[in-house]
Structure formats: structure tokens, C-alpha cells
């Protein structure tokens, strides 16, 4: 591996992660709040450190192959979390520097989990912060990066491909830093007009550009104790349609923004997506109904819970663990499957199931059948064998992911729900769980080992796993 | 500029690669996943993997906005079909790769005409040329030339017994009365732009450039002009080869090809003249080639299939001290190995190709401004020359070119005004209409006022 090109992009990166301080630090002294200063020393850190780096590490090789991208993207993802934990920590507000590093990572992760327990006394800067890693962990740190740097080095589509959520990322246009710009574009133009939407329900500004941050990187970070719930039924409308747009494929938009129709109707993923999410929204409503005995207030709830966990963002305006089984059950499945490829949403992606369904169903039919011929497709192209085979492996290690968590996590003496919810909401970036990890409650509870390896997970899961795994590979480091 | 690209096959790769270097945008195309996995993986260009004939695969590379769309594919039909299809569909300049012999000039101008195509490349055809520009001017390991051959540019290997070794610049203008410029010098890997107090050593490869009357006379008092080459032996039956055997011919030379397989061999003899002589034959056999008449022979052209046999024919024909071998070469790596077995001649169709489309595209992206006449890539594409045909409004018109403040590593080495030819010193000014040639190491000049810091 050419250590020197990895270490000065991550370098770079730091340094870009310094000047988007001063978004927060703006934010704190306009709100007059002391957490200001903890947010010029971390920029002062951040500076001189990325400066260091990318200047020592700065060399002839120019070079990116998968190796380079896969372990940049890691590195990167690690060395911002680590770093943008320490306004939390310098200031007070979260003394434990595992805590807050925890709670960065669910920011960059777009996961959602927090270990306050009184997120409504912690200052605005600080609060803004942390939504603002939603934001940039949601359509990627490095694709940012790359959007604004003046020449991007060649076969930079590695670490586009590394970094962007989905198994196959195209490009839109010719261009890297073009087709990243395309992305931050669209990325910002939804959430500019999430925040619209939301100044017209009447809620105060700093609320609203929280909020939409959060949606928009489907994180789920919100100001509140009740997260959502204590907004009007017109904002929570909002908040669910908006989370469910950013959980399509921004791909699609592009071809929406061109015209092509027929290509954005002809995407069976898309289809899959709003199936999955209309046949749960109704089960769920028939389900709470006696609960609520109120139809609007039912169909609301379920629409909001169900947007939600689908597009793994994470707020909440009703306690789902207090739901009937059928209901929590239904959830709990939602946590899997995630969004569109190629969105800000997490999990399993729903591409993924369309191409698993389709091969147990050529499986069951090559035992019937023992002479048929089948095939995989994904929005209107047959599948290569190949690409189907990296779909079943994916799988296969992103079970085992969670198998892992959720045993490592199992020291604590929680009950099993609220261990095995925790796992499977960390490796899906969702946030909230069942239980002790429950909408309306957090992750405080555990232990600062736990915290680590939730930590991990959340990282493992966000950049669909092979990055993160390869680092611990002894052949990455290799220098042949 | 926008590009597409269709069929990325040898010669498509090389021109995708050299257009990149360009910072064009880039779409390729081509209906094997695997080379458009391996290319979007190696460059910044985006991939579309489906077949260039079909008006979805097309609009999906946005064939309408695209300013040049290229089709490289191996079938000329195919290619026809793609740029037809590209030119209705939007694409501003098309060039399609025609190569099959059945298109005689006359047919393919019609082609051309009908089907609007800007330009049509045959790679074979191209390298022929070049070959044979080579064998016309062996004293050079590669000579180019400018408007009008009122400028030829050749470029010169320097060998440990030369007069050249440990003579300086200014020493050897000194000693030789022409009027003559050393370009660009390429040593150890690294091509420099060498001043009056630089240093000639054995091993370094210069770029001269003169009016043709001064090079012959330069070169003669070097003691290194070799006459253009009568008897030339071509080893294997390509299609470059019958090209520049047709040429070579058209040029009252005589030429012996020696080609293994028979069928080709009968193929061979029923399109070239009767005065080719066509030997079916291993040319990889020392008793054959001697049997043929190396020892006597003025010049040794090796143009199988085969880089590896080229390079090793070509080594033994040096041995036989053939005065002048070329060989063919398509993988990039060869052709340094070739320069440390001594051949320092060898020729790239690939290469060619690229440069002419890298020539083309440049020209397209300033037609505003003086426009690029021609386009030589040197020093194994680190050195450029450029012409340039000055612009009515070009800023620094009439000032001295010692006021001029250049970018560094740029040389104005060449005026041609009307019928003059001039080495311009301090004093010359640039006017329009001149043509000027510039030298450029290491940067990519699309207009003429690049050249100003």
C-alpha cells in the first residue's frame, strides 16, 4: 500500500473537517453560549494536525487503487469521528470522551444513537454540530472533499466507490468531482427545501435546519427529549415525506432533473422500496388502530414510524415499544432492509433484497425445474453472475457482523431484545432499538466497552462493512 | 471538451488514455464489462457497457452533447454505423476508424462525404506513413515535418563515438555554419530545454530542428547523413506492411517482404506490384534472412504480430549492421527495452493514432484564437512541438521576443514568414500570419498566448 497518499488525503481531510467548524462555532456565538471556545481550540488542533500530515506524507506517488481508497475512506471516517468529538468533550457537556466519541460516530454514521440523557440542556453550537455530521456523513465526507478540491487525483472513482452507499456506483457524467457535485447539489437543494417546508409549519429556524439536516443524512438527531413528537401533525407530515425522498437513490433525481422518465419508472428497486413501505404502513395502522381509536391519529403515527425505520433515520413521535407485537415485529424487520442504493439511508439496501429474493426464487425453481434458466435484474439489466455472487457474500458477512456485535455486546446484563435491537439499529445506522434502547430512551447505559464496539459497528455498517474489515487485514498494510 | 469514445480496444485504450491526459470528458464505450470495469477503474471517464450501435446506448453516453465521438471498434461497418447514428443524433465532429482494403480512396471519400464523418483513421495506414518518412530521412531516429517542409524536425540518438559526445551548444553552433536549433534534450528519462552552456553526452536523444537545406548540410558536416533507403527488407505480411510497401514502391525503391503463412503470402502478391518481391518464409531464420540479402540490405523493418519478435529480429538484423532497423511495437513496456538493446527506432500505431486525435481535439478546442497547424509529440511524448498560424488579434504581435516574458520550459523555435524561414533570436518579433513553431516540455498549450507567463 503507498502509505503516503493515504496519510496526506486523510491530512487534507482533517483540514477540511477544521474549516467546516466554523459552521458551529458561527452558530455558538451567535447564540452568545461558552461552548465557542471549545470549538476554536478543536479548529486550532484539527489545523495544525491536518496541516502536518498532509505536508509530511505529501510525495511523487499520486496513485489511488482499490487498496488506497479502501483504506483512505476508513482512515478518513475514524480520524473525523475522533477529532469532532472533542468540542463535546473540551467543553463539558459530555465529559467521557468515549461518550462523545460514540455519539460523533452515530453523527457521521447518520446512525442516530445518542447516550445523552438530557439532550434539551446541551448548548445550540454543540447541538448543531452534531446534526451537521448527519449532513456530511450522509452523501459522504470524501465526496464533499471531492466536490470542492481543484483537481482530483486520477482513479479517484475508488474512493467515490468505497465511500458511497451501494454495491455499484455510477457515475452521472464523466467526471468524479462533476458527478460529486451533481450529488451535493441535489443533496442540498432537498434539504433547503425540507427547511421551507418547515419555516411554513411555523417552526423556529435553528429547529428547522437541525431537523432537515437530520433528515436529509436519514441520521435522526433531533433537539428534543420526545424527538418529533411534540411538533404538529403538519411537521411530522413533512418530516415523513421528506424522510422517505431522501431515501431514494439521488441517481434518480438526476434522470428526473434530465426527463428520462421512463428510466426512473423502470426502476424495480424504486417499486420494491415504496411496496415494502406501503404494505408495513398498513399493516401497522390496521394494527395500532384499537390502540389510538382514532383513524388520522393512527395513520399518521404508523406513516412517520414506518418512513422512519425504512430509511433508517431514527426520529420517532410515538414510543413503538409500547406497540403491539405484530407491530414491533414489523419494525423490527424495517430496521434490514433500508433505502434505495446510491441514498443517504442505511442497512441492507433495498437493491440487495430485490436481487435476494430473485435468487431464492431461481433457486426453488431450479428444484422444480431442474433444467431452467434464470436470471438476476435490477432495474431493467440482467444481473452478471458475478455481481449476484457479491450480493449473497455481502449478505452472508453482514450477518455475520451483527452475530458479532451482538455477542460482544451481550456482557451487559440487558435483556436479549434490547441487546440484539441495539446491534441490528447500530449496523443499520438506525438509532433507536427496542427496550432499554427504545425510542424513548438511550445508550447511556452502557458500558464504555460496548460503547466502542456499537462505535465500530456503526462505522462497519455505514461503509458497508469491506473498508472498515479490510483495515484489520494484515495484507492491506502490506507495503507489495 | 466533451468526448465518447466507442470500442476500447487497443487503439481506442491508447486514445482514451491520451485524451484523459488532456482533461477532457470522457465517456467510453464498449460491450465487454471487463474492459469498461478495468477503465473506469483506471481513469476519470465515465463507462457505458453496450453495444455503439444502439441509439439507447448512445443517448445513455450523451452522444448529443458531445463535441468529438470517436469509433474505434474493430469492425469498420460497426464504426460507420455509430458515427452515422452519432452525427444525427447531436455529436458535433465524428471520426470513425476505416481500415478494411476493400475501401479504396475514392469510396471512402464518398463515405466520408455522405456519411459527414470529420475525419476517417486507418492506424496501419498512419504507421506506413510514418515508417516511411523514416526510411526516406534514416539519419534521424524519427523526423517530422512543418508547413510546407519548410521546417523539418528530426530527432538524433547521440552514440559514444559521435562528434556530438561532450560538446556544448553553443560550441556546436560555433563549429557548424547552418542555421539550426537542439530543441529539446531527453536524458536519463527527463526531457530538458537546453540553453547555450549545455553539455551533449553519449545516450542523450536531441531534437533538431532546421530548414530541410541546413539539415542536410548539418548532418553532412556531423558526418552522419545516411542516404534514404533503396533496399528494404519488411519482416511479416501486415497490413502496414503492404501499405508501406505500396509506398515504398510508388517511390521506385525496391522491397523484399518475408511472411510465414502462404495464404497471406498469395494475398500479398495479388495486391502489391509486381516488383515486390514476396518471400514465404520463418523470418526468425538467420540462414533465411542471410540467404535474402540482409548483409546488403539498406534498411530492416520488423512488423509482425509479435512485439518479442520484432524486438529480437531487429536486435540481430543491428548486429548484422543493418544501417537502419525499425521495429513495431504495440505494448508500451517494449519500447524501452527496445532503447536498451540499442533500437532506438521503433513505432507504435497506437501512439500514432492517439497523437493524431490528440492533435485533432486540441485544434477543436481553439478555433477562436491562432490555431494549432501541427502537432508532434517528441522525446517519447514528453516534449511537445507545436505550429501555430498567428491570430489577426494575437496580443503580442510586433513585440521583441526578448520582451516577451515566456513560461518556463517553453522555446519559440521556428518563424515561417511567407517564404522565410527563421531561427528567431531576441530581436525577432512574431506578426500574424507568421507560423511558429513552439517547443513545450511538461504542459499542454491549446493557443498561442499560452506561452506568456
Redesign the interface.
Known sequence: MRYKIVLHTVGRVILFEAALLLLPLAAALIYGESCAEAFIITILIAAALGFAVSRLCSGAEKDIFIREGFAIVSLSWISISAIGALPFVISGEIPSYIDAFFETVSGFTTTGASILTDVESMSRGLLFWRSLTHWLGGMGVLVFVMAIMEKVPDRSINILRAEMPGHSVDKLVPRSRSTAKILYYIYLALTVLEVVFLLCGGMPLYDSIVHALGTAGTGGFGIKADSIASYSHYLQWVITVFMLLFGVSFSLYYLILLRKWKAVLGSNELRCYLGIGFASFVIITINIYPMYGNIADAVRLSAFQVSSLLTTTGYATADFDLWPQLSKAVLFLLMFSGGCMGSTAGGLKISRIVVLAQSVRNELRRALLPRSVSSVKLNGRRLDPLEVKAVHSYFAIYLSVIIAVFLLISFEPFGMETNLSAAVSCVNNIGPGFHLVGPAANYAAYSGFSKLVLSLAMLLGRLEIFPMLLLFSPQLWSRR | M?IVIVGCGKIGQSILKSL?QENH???AVDSD?DVINSI????????VCAAGTHYKTLSDA?VQNAELFIATTGSDELNMLSCFLAKRMGAKHTVARIRGQEYSTENLKFIKQQLELSMVINPEQLTAQAIFNILKFPSAVKSETFTRRRFEMAELSVKPSSPLDGVSLSELRRRYSAAFLVCAVLRGGRAYIPGGSFVLEAGDKLGLLAAPEDMQKLLRGMGILQKSAKHVIILGGSRIARYLAEELIRSENSVKIIEKDEERCAELCGTLPDNAIVICGDGSDHELLTEEGLDRSDAFVALTGMDEENLLVAYYALGRRVPKVIAKISQDSYSDIGGQLGIDCVVSPKHITADLLVQYARALQNSLGSRIETLYSLMNGRVEALEFDVADDFACAGVAIKDLRLKPDILLAGLIRGEKTIIPGGDDVILPHDRVIVIAAGQRLCDLSDVIA
Open positions: 466533451k484523459v470528458e470522457i465517456v464489462p473506469t477503474g483506471n481513469y476519470d471517464v465515465m463507462g450523451m
